[in-house]
């Protein structure tokens, strides 16, 4: 049972446009959601966050929104660049866990 | 500040072999937990440990196991190995246990091939 899902494994943008990244969860309990961006080979680097109580949060070009009744949430890069390229995972947790739940990642790529 | 680090980065191990693999989080950050990347099942959790307990587990097999030290570094070691135990193994820290909103940030990972 997939809790996360990312249902897009890729995604194509021209640079200098909007990135939309999706998020779909099905645990109503999760409490707090994290965007993370991983390069082949690396860790994934953390990115940004929102807690359930939020509908929205901004960090410089990434904004990450929360629809809890719909239990979406989705990860926008304005602009996006080049370097954005990476796979990047939706996570969530909660009960004040430590366990991360991630999504399957979808593979952003930004045409230069 | 220096990130998350995990050794080795690289490991070649036969069936049948046992590995530990170490992972040293950010100063300060008390909590560590692990993660198995793997093509087909993604990002797996696997344990996290908090003042040198056991706070969570996932769906492993009792083959995978960890442990945590009094200055927060952890190991985690596979016994017995399988062919399907290679995977991206990473490390993640964060600053408590417990807290609602904790970020945790991951190393590099150590890259595990079992032949």
């Known amino acids: 049972d997939q809790q996360v899902k990312q249902n897009s494994p890729s995604l194509s943008v021209q640079e200098g446009r909007i990135s939309i990244l999706n998020c779909d969860y099905t645990?109503?309990?999760?409490?707090?959601f994290l965007w993370y961006k991983k390069y082949p080979a690396e860790g994934p680097t953390f990115l940004i966050s929102?807690?359930?109580?939020?509908d929205k949060n901004e960090d410089g070009r990434f904004t990450v929104f929360l629809n809890k009744s719909a239990k979406h949430l989705s990860l926008h890069i304005v602009p996006s660049q080049p370097g954005d390229s990476a796979v990047y995972f939706c996570?969530?947790?909660?009960?004040?866990?430590?366990?991360?739940?991630f999504g399957q990642g979808t593979e952003l790529s930004v045409k230069p | 500040k220096a990130g998350v680090t995990q050794t080795p980065r690289y490991l070649i191990k036969t069936r049948g072999q046992q590995v530990t693999l170490s992972c040293s989080p950010i100063?300060?950050?008390?909590?560590v937990s692990w993660y198995q990347q793997t093509p087909g099942q993604g990002l797996q959790f696997l344990f996290e440990?908090?003042?040198?307990?056991?706070?969570n587990k996932g769906n492993f097999p009792g083959r995978f196991s960890g442990r945590q030290f009094s200055n927060s570094r952890s190991e985690m070691n596979v016994s017995t190995l399988e062919l399907g135990d290679s995977a991206l193994y990473l490390c993640a820290s964060s600053l408590s246990w417990g807290l609602a909103g904790e970020t945790q940030y991951f190393g590099p990972g150590t890259r595990l091939l079992v032949l």
């Open positions: 100063s300060g950050h008390r909590s």
């Open positions: 645990n109503s309990m999760f409490d707090y």
């Open positions: 929102i807690s359930s109580i939020k």
């Open positions: 440990y908090f003042s040198e307990t056991q706070r």
């Open positions: 996570a969530a947790t909660y009960n004040q866990g430590g366990k991360l739940i």
